[in-house]
Nanobody, 122 residues
Framework: QVQLVESGGGLVQAGGSLRLSCAAS????????MGWFRQAPGKERKFVAA????????YYADSVKGRFTISRDNAKNTVYLQMNSLKPEDTAVYYC???????????????WGQGTQVTVSS
């Protein structure tokens, strides 16, 4: 069983920055691929970024490339999402997720956090 807890969301003005964190339970966090997703009101949940177990492979949705950075600290069982140059359209609930299969790219995500709200004002 893996538990994921996101934090770091909040209200920020357009052009600002936030850093989201996702703390994971479990002794084998370093073997999981991790991802960030977001869901805006009335819309489907969408992929944002993913990172391999080692951090050596990363990919992003086109909408966030150059503005968001995903990273992980396996010693702290935590994955991060640094969000810069935020836009109102980035407003959403952000979720982290874990793929425990060990494959890359992630095939499916097995565990999800509860989400953290990010609101970007214009």
């Amino acid at each position: 069983q893996v538990q994921l807890v996101e934090s770091g969301g909040g209200l920020v003005q357009a052009g600002g920055s936030l850093r989201l964190s996702c703390a994971a339970s479990g002794r084998t966090f370093s073997s999981y691929a991790m991802g960030w997703f977001r869901q805006a009101p009335g819309k489907e949940r969408k992929f944002v970024a993913a990172i391999s177990w080692s951090g050596g492979s990363i990919y992003y949705a086109d909408s966030v490339k150059g503005r968001f950075t995903i990273s992980r600290d396996n010693a702290k069982n935590t994955v991060y999402l640094q969000m810069n140059s935020l836009k109102p359209e980035d407003t959403a609930v952000y979720y982290c997720a874990a793929d425990i299969s060990g494959t890359w790219p992630p095939f499916q995500y097995d565990y999800w956090g509860q989400g953290t709200q990010v609101t970007v004002s214009s």
